[in-house]
């Protein structure tokens, strides 16, 4: 998948115009990001590894568990929180 850097900087700008230090992927999907699609878990994937986007638990990755059998289909989000890391906002600053 292409990788989006404006819909990457959308979920960025979500953490910071929320006013809270955490959010989860349903706080996202309210707000009108689909949360159920492979272009968010690419793109939230990637800020993560970017170091941009962590859990808050200290845990590695997302959140985010494949389907147990490659048949197209998405897999299941555990709803914990994330933030924004100071890289994140640094990178947001830097725009």
């Known amino acids: 998948m292409q990788f989006d850097k404006k819909y990457a900087i959308q979920i960025l700008k979500?953490?910071?115009?929320?006013?809270?230090d955490r959010l989860?992927?349903?706080d996202i999907n309210e707000s009108g990001i689909n949360i159920k699609t492979s272009k968010f878990y690419h793109h939230l994937n990637h800020l993560?590894?970017?170091?941009l986007v962590e859990l808050c638990n200290g845990d590695e990755g997302i959140g985010y568990f494949p389907a147990?059998?490659?048949d197209g289909s998405m897999g299941k989000?555990?709803?914990?929180d994330l933030r924004m890391t100071p890289r994140g906002y640094q990178y947001l600053e830097s725009l």
């Open 68 to 70: 147990p059998i490659d």
């Open 48 to 51: 993560n590894l970017d170091g």
């Open 24 to 26: 989860t992927v349903l």
């Open 77 to 80: 989000w555990n709803i914990l």
């Open 14 to 20: 979500l953490f910071k115009d929320s006013g809270k």
